[in-house]
């Protein structure tokens, strides 16, 4: 099997966030389910890293919250345009302008994606990364419902 760490935050999604399952309550119980659906030991080891990384950085990223979106432009740094081409970047401003991201969560999701060890993501890989940010943000249910409608539908239903 030769999946990556976004396979991997995938399935732990798919299988244990998105679902009536519960998460296991140890992280060596949760790695041997990975190991047995066939994912290699550091790339479930990283996906760890990036989760407990993404939960660390939601608390520390709080002055971006009061920031208000439209009142200032992102410049991305010649290391993220590598990574996010223009329609990746098209991409995360269509969800800042539609509300699925505030300018705290746009950070939050360009420093999560720059984590990722890649030389360019797809604009699928991003659509992950921005569901798992809003997943356990505060406030942010109404965006996370649109954007896990965009992640599996292509479209979420009301972009105002």
């Keep these: ?57 939601q608390g520390s990223l709080i002055e971006y919250g009061a920031a208000r979106p439209g009142y200032s432009m992102r410049i991305f740094s010649p290391e993220e345009q590598q990574k996010m081409d223009l329609e990746i970047q098209g991409l995360l401003l269509s969800l800042e302008q539609g509300g699925i991201l505030d300018p705290m969560s746009r950070e939050l999701v360009i420093e999560r994606c720059m984590a990722i060890e890649t030389e360019e993501l797809t604009p699928e890989d991003v659509k992950w990364v921005v569901l798992l940010v809003l997943l356990n943000q505060p406030g942010q249910e109404n965006a996370f419902a649109l954007m896990e409608e965009l992640v599996y539908n292509g479209e979420p239903p009301h972009l105002h």
Excluded: C, H
């Design 1 to 57: 099997m030769t999946e990556n760490l976004i396979d991997v935050l995938i399935y732990i999604y798919e299988n244990y966030m998105d679902s009536e399952e519960s998460v296991p309550m140890d992280q060596i119980t949760l790695e041997e389910e990975l190991l047995q659906a066939g994912f290699q030991q550091g790339e479930v080891r990283k996906a760890f890293n990036w989760l407990d990384e993404l939960a660390w950085r």
